[in-house]
């Protein structure tokens, strides 16, 4: 059974190896131009696991920031995990060391594939959730190790490869449609994305774009809790 | 010049800032799991965070411009591939194989 589940979780997060890979070795080709030691790329990748931010971390490096600084950046750049634990905070049930993992690797593509996917049947759903989580840090580590070690000898002839993580979204939210069977959601979320991007900011896209939508979707579920017809109709 | 102690103490900072985000909610809203409006959030909030993220990825990008008109065709792609097949390797791996060929034929630069 074990075999074959790894080869599910594998299956289902192969997306994210083409898309951390490559991303992970563009932070090592960066991060190597730093003059560290190889192994440092790597243990950000084991302790920090976080794409924006560790390339944030080599502009950051450079410039020899203060580590206040630093925190409060990080801190900012990474908010938008916030939301993610309020979405999964119901569905997670791990305990004690397993839990802990679960909610240390919830990157973007983690968070999309644990609300997106399931166990296959007869499968634990923490054991599942794990090995997700774990095979994504996986990929995300090779790649941060490669580019930090092969440093500036590799270039990339892979131009377009990136859009595998777009992709990946773009595939879960079809399956997320078929789920749900609501388009308000979507809907609204396209709008107020392309809104924001267009109209607002495009650095704080995601994280305004989050924002108003928790907003909108408060609004709709208090509306609908104060609307006197749902009374009267009970 | 590079530190090694600097860049510990900076590895540091940034896992503990980071791991902040992701466990804070946990932690927060612990005793509330069950409440309704935390269930109505976990059920909305994943698909308008999924099309979010989607078009996050081409924050970078001049949406509105032709130059954008290959990230669209693949996309597109993925959609068509996915409602057909439903395969989910396959619509990725085929939109971005077709992004690429776009891209790398300069076809919209």
Redesign the interface.
Known sequence: MSVSLNHTVFKATLPVLFGYVPLGMAFGVLFSDLGYHWLFATAMGVFIFAGAAQFLAVGLLANQAGLLEIFITTFLLNSRHLFYGISLISRMKAKGWRRFYLIFGLTDETFSLLTSTHAPEGVDETEYQLRVTLFNQGYWVLGCTLGAWLGGQISFSTAGIEFVLPALFMVLAIEQYRHLRHAAPFVMAIVIGLAVLLLISRDQMLLISILISISVLLLYKGGERWNPYRTLSQ | ??S?P??I??????????????????VL??KV??HP????????????????????????EE??SVGFVP?LL??VA??VL??LMRN??L???G??GC??LI??SGVFA
Do not use: W
Request: hydrophobic fraction near 60%.
């Open positions: 010049m590079e090694v600097y860049l103490a900076v590895i540091a900072v940034m896992t503990g800032a980071t791991f902040l985000t992701r466990v804070l909610p946990f809203l612990y799991a069950d409006l935390l269930t109505f959030l976990g059920r909305f909030l994943p698909p308008a965070l999924m099309v979010l993220l989607v078009i996050c990825s081409f924050k970078n949406i509105l990230e693949g996309l993925v959609l996915h409602l989910a390797l619509s990725i791996l939109g971005t992004y690429m891209v790398q």
